[in-house]
């Protein structure tokens, strides 16, 4: 798997220690890493590229990875249920993954699949797929890579999916559990497909919102839940701006954000 990179800023010059400032960071960088966990709906996606793009950091949206992965998996005219044969699915797929927030992308065999793996039959079956425990060790595998390579750089790094902070980066400095009620999230991500040309009803939202937390809360292997040292952050009722607020201000109470001095010429 290859890994895009965000551009890093310059690291010759002196940092501080950033404060907020109107539910942003002026001028701030994000140094070590922000775990995002949480279900579908909760606005994860958004505010974990909105945040690492303000805080000049990498992004890693490890869903899209096994996203991904289903697709090949599908493609491949293999049963989602059938874990051998999804485990060498997923050992022969070539993933390149981006990580700059603007424009993250996926791409399988060399194709961008960034659409496709959003579509309703991929959603459908990446539970099955996520749940094989060679998938899981192999997708971890490479994800905690594309972490260590932005702190080799020494360039922060926002992740997010459903085992995040319990197993791909229990290193991480900041760690979040996003949640929301299971009816918001569902009118959330109808809305999302919507606006994406999906034609979905509410109703079958819902309830693939509540068999998806089901089945990613009961598997065997890496289980959707808050880790103890976890913050949860309840998106119900606050809208992108709200919650973007709430986590300038865990990254900088966490020490995560310096920014550089201005200079004179």
């Known amino acids: 798997m290859d890994a895009g990179q965000a551009v890093s800023p310059d690291r010759g010059a002196a940092r501080h220690e950033a404060r907020p400032n109107g539910g942003t960071v ?3 960088e994000l140094r070590g ?6 279900p579908s709906g909760t606005g994860k996606s958004t505010v974990s590229r909105r945040l690492a793009r303000g805080l000049r950091a990498r992004y890693l949206d490890t869903g899209a990875m096994y996203r991904a992965v289903t697709l090949a998996v599908l493609r491949s005219d293999v049963d989602p249920t059938d874990a051998p044969s999804v485990a ?3 050992a022969e797929a070539r993933l390149t993954v981006g990580t700059d927030p ?4 996926i791409r399988l065999d060399g194709e961008d699949v960034a659409a496709e793996i959003r579509g309703e039959r991929v959603t459908r079956a990446v539970s099955a797929v996520a749940a094989v425990p060679e998938v899981r060790g192999l997708l971890v595998s490479r994800q905690q ?12 790094i926002v992740v997010e999916g459903r085992d995040i902070g319990e197993v791909v980066a229990p290193q991480a400095g900041l760690k979040v559990y996003l949640t929301a009620d299971a009816e918001v999230r569902a009118r959330r991500r109808t809305a999302q497909d919507t606006a994406q040309g999906r ?5 079958e939202t819902h309830a693939d919102v509540r068999r998806r937390d089901e089945f990613d809360s009961s598997r065997a292997v890496s289980p ?3 880790g103890t040292d976890a913050v949860e952050v309840d998106t119900t009722h606050l809208d992108v701006a709200g919650v973007l607020a709430e986590l300038f201000r865990l ?3 966490n020490g995560l954000a310096v920014t550089r001095p201005r200079t004179t010429r």
Do not use: F, T
């Not at 603007?102 to 992308?105: A, G, L, R, S, Y």
């Open 102 to 105: 603007e424009h993250p992308e």
């Open 199 to 203: 034609r979905v009803s509410l109703d």
């Open 26 to 28: 002026e001028g701030a």
């Open 224 to 226: 959707l839940r808050r």
């Open 251 to 253: 990254v900088v109470e």
């Open 145 to 156: 890579e594309v972490i260590a390579e932005a702190d080799g750089a020494d360039v922060g």
């Open 33 to 38: 890493i922000v775990a995002m966990d949480g």
């Open 88 to 90: 060498r699915v997923a």
